[in-house]
């Protein structure tokens, strides 16, 4: 018996649709002195899936994305979004790209780190001294995007394209139900995070869990988990962080340059006409720009919703535990260096942050104090 692989069937059914859109096209074509010209090219149809809830602001964003290619393409790519769940697992969405189950997947990095660690580095590692803005540039301008390829293509074998998107704020320490001072008040608390910053807060003796978004607020209602963050407060304002936690601690190291990973079938992006391949790919970079906007927008209007309509009180994270986060970014680069992909890895991110940081920071101004001249004690640090 001869059996065809989903991945198979995937590429099958695209170039089916390509060339039938060019034989459609071909017999409107001889028929034009009989009626009206028509574009009666079939659209190409990709499966697309994140790993949010349907609810989540993130669902929303990746709708951006899709809009944007929509419109671009003049409707000959049409995209299917799917929230996490139906058809994989939010963890799962690498698995699921590769395998040709779904065309494109709208994740972070972190979510795949336990296939391997490396995957944290890109999005959830070591912070040297670089903002978001500064790693997405790494990854477009500095070398990350082609480390990326050989760490997925040649090391990991996998069928996937990846693009990194929206440079997010540095996350939230996340939500307590008592306010800490220390790291001594997170000593063997039960705490929610992913990728490399589970081993970071777990070296500083919190026992963590690696929990999808949607499972957060359950876990912490069951006493899974004592404290969580997820990322910013949109989301954790949707999930119902408010109503299980009233401390919520701002501003972390163990995730402080993350981006939304775009992931794009390898058969389905070299099957494709350049044109089309290139909406999608250039697509990712037109929605990161609006993605950031909206964000700011969002979470900002959200945050404040929380304190003033739920009670939250608002921290920033104790500088004690700041420290404590680099003092242990520090002792695993030494372990995690003992993988020649990882070293790799971070040796560009180095080579980067300390000649573009140094820029950076010798050019910015203190905002926060031309903040508090205009908006005096609004911030109370």
Aim: glycine share 8%.
């Amino acid at each position: 018996m001869t059996t065809t692989s989903v991945k198979d069937k995937s590429v099958n059914r695209r170039s089916f649709l390509r060339r039938g859109g060019a034989i459609a096209g071909g017999a409107a074509a001889s028929t034009l002195l009989a009626a009206p010209a028509v574009n009666a090219q079939s659209p190409l149809v990709l499966k697309m899936q994140t790993s949010w809830p349907a609810s989540d602001i993130w669902q929303t964003m990746a709708q951006q994305y899709v809009d944007r290619v929509q419109a671009m393409s003049g409707d000959r790519i049409q995209i299917d979004l799917l929230p996490a769940g139906a058809v994989v697992g939010a963890f799962q969405v690498m698995d699921g790209v590769s395998d040709g189950v779904i065309d494109i997947a709208h994740s972070v990095s972190a979510y795949w780190y336990g296939k391997n660690k490396a995957a944290s580095l890109f999005g959830t590692g070591p912070v040297f001294g670089g903002d978001p803005n500064n790693m997405l540039s790494w990854f477009y301008a500095g070398g990350g995007r082609e480390l990326y390829r050989e760490l997925t293509q040649d090391q990991m074998g996998l069928n996937v394209v990846g693009l990194m998107a929206f440079p997010m704020p540095a996350q939230p320490f996340g939500w307590f139900k008592e306010p800490i001072s220390g790291v001594e008040d997170i000593n063997g608390m039960k705490y929610r995070t992913v990728g490399l910053a589970a081993d970071l807060l777990q070296s500083m003796g919190m026992s963590v869990a690696q929990l999808p978004g949607g499972e957060i607020v359950p876990a912490m209602e069951r006493g899974v988990i004592d404290a969580f963050e997820f990322n910013n407060p949109s989301s954790d304002l949707r999930f119902g962080a408010q109503d299980v936690a009233k401390n919520y601690y701002m501003g972390s190291y163990h995730q402080a340059a993350e981006a939304f990973e775009f992931l794009f079938n390898r058969d389905v992006m070299e099957d494709l006409e350049p044109d089309l391949r290139a909406i999608l790919e250039h697509g990712v970079e037109a929605v990161s720009t609006y993605n950031t906007a909206f964000a700011l927008d969002n979470y900002s209007a959200d945050l404040l919703k929380l304190r003033d309509e739920s009670g939250v009180t608002i921290h920033k994270t104790p500088e004690g535990i700041l420290q404590a986060q680099l003092e242990a970014w520090s002792e695993m680069i030494t372990q995690l260096e003992q993988d020649e992909m990882i070293k790799k890895i971070m040796d560009s991110q180095r080579d980067w942050v300390k000649r573009t940081v140094y820029y950076e920071l010798m050019d910015k101004p203190d905002y926060a104090l031309a903040y508090d001249h205009f908006f005096p004690g609004e911030l109370k640090l």
